[in-house]
């Protein structure tokens, strides 16, 4: 906020050196935790996230460039509220919180009520961030995140945020998320619900993909066109899926 | 008096044909090197500009009493307060050095003001009040076109033009509007001398063109001014053109103390002009063997608001219209408009970028309407030594090696077929976009010519002084060093010349020494090159013919085995040399456009080997590969130096960078949402070095900055058009013109 002139606050307070919040972990149940000193570089190297949580994994090493990762956060980049950050994605798309704490204890916001728009969360100014919680999938985790920069290193054209948990030959939970094609991250719940409750196919991976483009609400710029952007969000969901199913029929 | 016995006459080092160590290179890389944003003087202000927010409006009023009621305000200059000339140019003062009654583009200077510190400043320059009453601006290239809004126009009509072919291709082609980006923004640092001058020290590639205009404009003698050479972080013809030097020349004047500026960012882009936006209209006509027989082009430029060089650089666009192709019915019509866009000016290629994209695109449809290889169409049509240019009809005297370009291009070995197992390697890189089944591979080649050294009957020269110090010998010069290697490559030419070791290059003063033209056009090593080495050789010559010596090497004059002269009796002594070289007259054309223009020509090719991702419109340019006729490389690391750098901005073309306008407005100043190519985006690049003697330039060396970016567009967006399907008529290649034809 201060390097976009956004803000210029009299004081900051440096939360870098409380202890014990830079971890990441998972419980017995499955939920994960992620302290809110957690670099995105523990994420991208975290021998937890490959099969505990897939779409993180994949959206760990695309967060900005290596030396923000090595600073930044997962819970910061949440905070931040960019509508072209990549954690607010996959954090909506696993229907994930913020645990902010204050003066008066501390409380869960879902991060899709958490992001208020551009910039702008929930917390209020006596709270800090401390946590993000995934919850408990309910079945076998898959999914992915796809992000499109016109070279490496740029803000994100478009991304895509795909979590799946499977039970069985069935999609027991869907959550797909949008990034950089609104004034916020975009939660896709249309397309997540046509993937729920049946088994994944080359059909209804089509009609996800088309609701997850009808939910983008891109605007023409420099990095595209809007036609542009929303038909990346197409191929984006329908690639991501189609990498599942093929997984899927693989080790079938 | 010594002797020697057996010994062999010294062989100097850091000669012509080598490599040595750049002067600059470590401290470059160790941050001691002085750039003009280091410059400092005791006692010394900081200045701001304020600029218009509208690209067109009419300036009502400026109150600049809410600026100088800040403490620490030194001075605020308007319009009013230019002392001399109200305008500057390059080529023509028509731009305002304050804009007065009109601001004519988005980020115009409007006024200056000079204060204690950077921030007061700034905080001065916001607080001036100025009433802009928003004018309807023009920018649109054809409306402009429509209404006459013109800095020239040009008609090139060479042989029969009744002559018809048996295949026809047509083609339209758009270039968007590069900028040079160079990382150090424009800086400098005005002295005045108590004396009713001044000394400015600033970015510039021509300080005696930035001399004669700040004389004029603060109304002072020429010899009250002095412009130094200082310290560049890239130039690529951004630093032609006047921008602070004016205004820091006054604020010095009128405050009495050293000021300083430099310019941020996002007025880096406002504050220096661009590369030309160009609009392309082709009809190539072969016979059915692929000879070229009638080439028609139109070529559109968008000058923006004032004139800079886009005469000249329309002329090139122009005269290179057919590319290194001969052909006997030529029909060009050209024109560079008066928009209120950002003004547009010299960049690396000057207008031989722009046409290279549309006539290589052309030859490809051709050689496709033809079922022919596009090299093979390219060899029978090619233009070499002793043939007539398409367009002017100016015989080639100087070696052109088009066909060894081409059959060098041809020889080169591809690379494995793709894609890589490698996931960094693919379109999106480390983005890790893509997956290999994605993608797709395409090679295509391009071939480009340009001249070397000013054109159009214009009197280009360069002086330079070879002086004997007690080390040695000290070439003198106000050729800029913008980081292309020129302060290595003339005292290596002094080396040669003089047959000794020891030689430094000094930049000198607008007062010390007569001009050596522009660092531009690939001119310096030929022109400031030649008169190093037609200095060095003289001097050499009337030290021997002194003491009747027959060697010169680093202990001093020889006869014989006897050294006559030890190096301290010739330092001792007032041996200098000064010569003003020129290179072979041109002339300007004539109503047809025909004549001899130009003075060289260097000709290159490239081939670009692209992968795609089709439905994302990714790209990775995986290789570029070159054989450019260099002359002879005095120099061949940074020979391919140039090369290597030339083709990066020539792939930046083709696939990113872009001033994107609105309006008038750019809408992306800054280097976050304007796109360079970083060491990820680079290319392998497998340069060939085609060397052949005949060239005026000092031991037959051609210039080589340009070539390198010339074609090197056009291959990728070749490749691009390979690998795709999509015709690609526009560069850069955006995404959606590949995902969304």
């Known amino acids: ?252 | 008096m010594s002797t020697r016995t057996g010994r062999k006459v010294g062989t100097p080092q850091g000669v012509v044909g080598t490599s040595p160590l750049r002067p600059d290179g470590i401290p470059k890389l160790q941050g001691r090197f002085e750039y003009a944003q280091d410059l400092a003087a005791e006692g010394m202000l900081w200045a701001a500009t304020v600029r218009s927010p509208h690209a067109r409006a009419r300036i009502a009023s400026i109150d600049i009493a809410p600026a100088l009621a800040i403490g620490g305000v030194h001075a605020c200059l308007t319009a009013d307060d230019v002392p001399g000339r109200a305008t500057f140019g390059l080529e023509h003062p028509d731009q305002p050095v304050l804009a007065a009654q009109e601001a004519r583009f988005w980020g115009e200077p409007v006024a200056v003001v000079a204060a204690e510190d950077l921030d007061t400043a700034r905080r001065a320059a916001a607080a001036i009040e100025v009433g802009y009453e928003p004018l309807e601006a023009l920018t649109d290239p054809e409306e402009a076109n429509r209404r006459d809004e013109v800095f020239r126009r040009m008609r090139i009509r060479r042989g029969d033009q009744s002559v018809r072919g048996a295949v026809v291709v047509e083609g339209e082609y758009e270039v968007g509007m590069q900028d040079q980006a160079p990382l150090g923004t424009e800086a400098g640092l005005a002295v005045p001398d108590g004396q009713g001058g001044v000394d400015l020290y600033a970015t510039s590639q021509y300080v005696h063109v930035d001399q004669e205009q700040v004389v004029a404009s603060l109304g002072l003698r020429p010899d009250q001014v002095r412009s130094h050479p200082t310290g560049i972080g890239g130039a690529f013809g951004a630093r032609e053109d006047v921008n602070l030097h004016i205004h820091l020349c006054m604020l010095a004047l009128h405050t009495g103390r050293p000021v300083k500026m430099v310019y941020r960012r996002s007025e880096s882009f406002t504050g220096h002009v661009h590369r030309h936006p160009a609009w392309l209209r082709y009809r190539h006509e072969a016979d059915r063997d692929g000879r070229l027989v009638r080439v028609e082009a139109s070529v559109v430029l968008d000058g923006g608001a004032y004139a800079s060089t886009t005469s000249a650089v329309l002329a090139n666009a122009c005269y290179f219209a057919v590319g290194p192709y001969t052909c006997d019915s030529v029909a060009v019509d050209g024109v560079g408009v008066r928009t209120n866009n950002p003004p547009c000016g010299a960049m690396r290629g000057f207008g031989a970028v722009q046409v290279c994209f549309g006539y290589e695109s052309q030859m490809d449809r051709l050689a496709h309407a033809l079922e022919m290889d596009p090299l093979t169409l390219r060899e029978i049509n090619a233009l070499e030594t002793g043939h007539p240019l398409a367009t002017t009809g100016q015989v080639i005297q100087t070696p052109l090696p088009t066909v060894e370009v081409i059959k060098s291009l041809q020889a080169m070995p591809l690379p494995e077929a793709g894609p890589s197992d490698l996931p960094t390697e693919l379109p999106g890189g480390s983005g890790l976009t893509s997956e290999p089944q994605h993608v797709t591979r395409g090679v295509g080649y391009a071939l480009g010519i340009k001249n070397l050294g000013f054109s159009e009957g214009s009197d280009d020269y360069a002086q330079a002084r070879v002086r004997i110090t007690d080390s040695g010998a000290v070439v003198e010069t106000a050729a800029i060093e913008v980081g292309q290697g020129l302060v290595t490559v003339l005292a290596q030419i002094a080396r040669s010349a003089l047959g000794i070791s020891h030689v430094e290059v000094a930049h000198v003063d607008t007062s010390k020494i007569d001009s050596a033209g522009s660092t531009s056009a690939s001119r310096q090593t030929q022109v400031s090159g030649g008169a190093t080495l037609e200095a060095a050789q003289r001097l050499r010559e009337r030290i021997l013919g002194q003491f009747d010596g027959d060697v010169l090497d680093d202990e001093g004059v020889w006869r014989g085995d006897t050294l006559v002269t030890p190096w301290t009796a010739l330092a001792a002594g007032d041996w200098e040399e000064t010569v003003t070289f020129r290179h072979p007259p041109t002339t300007m054309t004539d109503d047809n456009g025909q004549g001899v223009a130009h003075a060289d020509f260097a000709v290159a090719g490239h081939r670009a080997v692209v992968d795609v991702d089709v439905e994302l419109g990714l790209v990775k340019v995986l290789r570029v590969d070159t054989a450019q006729d260099v002359g002879l490389a005095l120099n061949p690391q940074s020979v391919r130096g140039q090369i290597e750098g030339g083709i990066l901005q020539g792939v930046g073309l083709a696939v990113m960078e872009e001033l994107v306008m609105g309006e008038g407005v750019i809408l992306n100043p800054t280097f976050t949402d304007y796109l360079l190519p970083t060491i990820l985006d680079a290319p392998e690049v497998e340069a060939l070095l085609i060397e052949q003697e005949g060239s005026w330039g000092p031991y037959g060396a051609k210039g080589v900055g340009e070539p390198p970016t010339i074609s090197s567009t056009a291959a990728v967006a070749a490749a691009i058009r390979a690998a795709s399907g999509r015709e690609i008529e526009r560069v850069p290649v955006r995404p959606q013109d590949i995902a969304l034809p």
């Open chain 1, 1 to 252: 906020m201060m390097k976009l002139r956004f803000a210029s606050p009299e004081m900051l307070v440096d939360i870098n050196e409380i202890p014990d919040l830079d971890y990441h972990r998972v419980d017995d149940d499955g939920t994960i935790r992620v302290g809110a000193v957690c670099r995105h570089a523990d994420l991208e190297r975290s021998s937890l996230l490959d099969t505990r949580q897939p779409t993180m994994a994949a959206a760990a090493p695309l967060v900005a460039d290596p030396i923000v990762r090595m600073r930044g956060t997962l819970v910061g980049s949440v905070c931040h509220a960019d509508p072209q950050g990549d954690w607010a994605s996959v954090m909506t798309a696993l229907d994930a919180s913020i645990i902010a704490q204050g003066p008066n204890g501390r409380r869960s916001i879902a991060v899709r009520d958490f992001v208020l728009g551009p910039f702008q969360n929930a917390l209020a100014f006596d709270e800090i961030a401390v946590e993000a919680v995934v919850p408990t999938p309910r079945g076998m985790p898959a999914g992915g995140y796809l992000k499109l920069e016109r070279r490496v290193g740029d803000y994100a054209t478009v991304g895509v945020a795909v979590a799946i948990d499977r039970v069985g030959s069935q999609v027991g939970r869907a959550g797909i998320a949008l990034t950089a094609v609104g004034p916020a991250t975009i939660a896709a719940d249309a397309a997540a619900q046509k993937l729920t409750g049946r088994p994944l196919t080359a059909d209804n991976i089509g009609e996800a993909a088309e609701l997850a483009a009808e939910a983008a609400q891109p605007k023409s710029d420099h990095r595209g066109s809007a036609d542009f952007k929303r038909q990346m969000v197409r191929v984006f969901t329908s690639r991501i899926l189609t990498g599942l199913l093929r997984s899927e029929e693989e080790a079938a």
